[in-house]
């Protein structure tokens, strides 16, 4: 198997293995990523908040590489020699990159339902300044329902396309889309248009930020304040395997199991996630783990935290 | 919602639309997408949401595929446009001699403003990005047809002949 | 030096637009020798030995590129010819076509018999729609003759040849969003790896070669690859064309022998015809829109002190600090008249018109950039924006997912590295700053350190 080293770290790893998912499997010091989702063919590549210093290509090229890559999409060679957190120059890209994402972001996190389980919010407190140098106007734009269940707050997106492949891969019909160019983007589905079919709640949960939320926990509580709740039941439609959100006996809100890295175990479709909210509706497994840097973590016990194996797409 | 209109190419135009389809290989018909918008536009005079939808029919794909393209480009018009549409170029090679001066006598002459479309819906100005004509600026676009090495009279002339002759020059 | 003229020689005699005159002015003869008397490698072999490199702008060697293309797989191979001249500051392929179609048509039977092509499309930018319809008038009068169409004049060799226009998109000259464009999605440039010569359009193996670069290949493979690289200087080989803009005397575009000094082609009546007004030069930027702009110091003459060349090595010497690039041969010359930062603002503003969005560093910095720009510019900059803006185009450059993001940051690194005076002066004198130009500040004084 082909070793890479990643900070002064070497594992073997499978061929056609992204030096991101390499460095999830070392489990320390793994690169942020914002818009590549390991379930997601396609993803990545966009955010660039992923960015490393690849120094040796592999066993046979001992040059490195000269741009910073995205470790999300930069396929691992025998021999290659990777900086993340040590490359001072990886450092100081990564925070221009969360600057630049950050300056047309609202910052409207005291209002936002996704604080507290927000990866920008996470990068910013990771690699941001404490003010911002962009004191011009911000790119705003309208929030828009799609649908009975999902708000589209466009202001806050970061256009990851993630809930673009969630349509493409998930569903039968993709109605939402990036509409427009340059930083006048956005997703839409140009003519209002509602989203509807089993399985469109997954693009809250794909959404790294609050631009996609639940209608149903809009302002019910902020995350924190939530206790979950790992759960199942039968469902014809997913696994149903769920996390429950409770306030006391009630459930506030139902998303994916999501790992370490924020990314959903398994889709979940609409009923399971909107149309099932009684505690009699599920089978309770127990409290979920909580990833101890995430705000969320706050008021809870911090759990024992497994290191988690993403799965690995085959190589191509 | 917009109301429909009747939206539908003629004979000779779907058969034109089957032969640019024939270029790509068998199922890969998206790839005529901007042939046709290019078509759509000439024929229906911008690209409203019945034009795309029809075009997405046309070319067997989801609706949101021609939104997503025709939104892109910035040749379409996605909003309706005056019947001659003066796209200005205003990048640096025709700025330095001059191109500034020409959107501003363009939009004195027809009181209206960048982007703006004048009352009797003649004519539309829009500036616009190099259109690699900077040797011969300032320059305009009209329908397909370049105008170069413009002055406040050539301008004159050619508003004129467009008044004139209602189709474009 | 010779005259020779490899593309443009017989570009003004009218009848050179239809296939008759082109044939009777010695047109489509490497088809006929590439067919009836090479095999495809060995096509590749004389582009190889011609030097020949990519006048798109990045000048990568096309032999190379070619000899890259998958051959391991029974996918069908493409040939794409980029014809989405959109850099602003040049408008030489636009020429070519529009006068002398066959050549081009030409280029592309003997590319893609060399290349194993069945199918092979000009993708050419929206806005020529005009020359598309040339374009698909010489083509239909080449499947007329047989050069185009089943077995190639009488060959085993089929090929069909289509144009397709792009909808308003400088992006769109990138290859591989192109080669999105062409299928019918949104210009996006995608990730490298995989490479177009492996993993291209609808998944297949494809060469993307500019109108110029294949227009170059009938003459290589008339002549033979040795006869090509012996004209030009160096590693510079062949001749390229120039498209000469801004205050100059006789704007257009001009076929040169590379290796020209650049003095003589600004000031030469053969050429640019000096500086219109009789003017002083105050800047130069030799390659289109995104190569870094040159003082008038470092114009004529590099900062060895030896005389600047038209040619990629010499442009470019000096690396950053005092050279520039060759690019695409957009040759955008700048009068004493001219303001830096206007023109720097102007650049900004395309940039960000033309990024797609993708990338957060391209997306959102091109806008910032061009913000920052526009209020220098109109009076209201402050000394701190300058070193903002500095920041700002590091923050793009290199990391983003496909070079765009450099093309946009060079133009303002160039700007503040060379004409920081200029900039000062505007936050200086606001109010002076938007009645006048600067004029030509510390443009021609002798080379000295520069901070940044």
Redesign the interface.
Known sequence: MPKVTIDNITIDVAPGTTILNAARMIGENVPPAMCYYSKLKGS??????C?VKVTKSSEQNPRGMP??V?SC?TQIADGMVVENVTSPEVIE?RK??V???L??HPLDCPVCDQAGECHLQDLSYEHGAATT??D?GRRTFDKIDIGPYIQLHMTRC??CYRCVYVADQLTN?????????????EI????QNVIDNDFSGNVIDVCPVGALTDKTFRFKSRVWFTKPMNAHRNCDKCSGKVTLWFQGEEVLRVTGRKDNYGEVDEFICNTCRFETKQKSDWVIEGPRRIDTHSVIAQNHLPYELDVVHPQIEAA? | MIETKNITFSPERLAQVQTLIKRYPEGKQKSAILPILHLAQKDFGWISVEVMDYVAGLLDIQHIEVYEVATFYTMFHVHPVGKNVLEVCRTGPCMLVGSDNIVKYLEQKLNIQDGETTPDGMFTIKTVECLGACGYAPMMQVGEKYHEFLTEEKIDQLLEAFRQNATQL | MSRLKILTEHINKPEITGIEGYIKNGGYRSVEKALKKMQPDEVTEEVKKSGLRGRGGAGFPTGMKWSFIFKGSDKPRYLLCNADESEPGTFKDRLLMEKIPHLLVEGMIVSSFALGVRTAYIYIRGEYMYIMHILQQAIDEAYAKGYLGENVLGSSYSLDLHVHPGGGAYICGEETALIESLEGKRGNPRIKPPFPAVEGLWGCPTIVNNVETICKVPFIINEGGEAYAKIGIGASTGTKLISACGNINKPGVYEIELGVPVEEFIYSDEYCGGIKGGKQLKALVPGGSSVPILPQRLITTTAKGEPRLMSYESLADGGFATGSMLGSGGFIVFDEDQCVVRNTWNFSRFYHHESCGQCSPCREGTGWMEKILHRLEHGHGRMEDIDLLWDVQRKIEGNTICPFGDAAAWPVAAAIRHFRDEFEWHVLQPQEATRRNYGMGRSAEPIEQVTV
């Open positions: 990545g590549g966009k955010c660039r908040v960015l741009k910073l995205a999409c890209a221009g990159v600057e630049l994402l300056i047309n140098r962009y011009f970061i256009l019909e993709r109605r939402h889309g990036i509409i427009n160019r340059g930083d006048a983007a839409s589905t140009y003519i191509q």
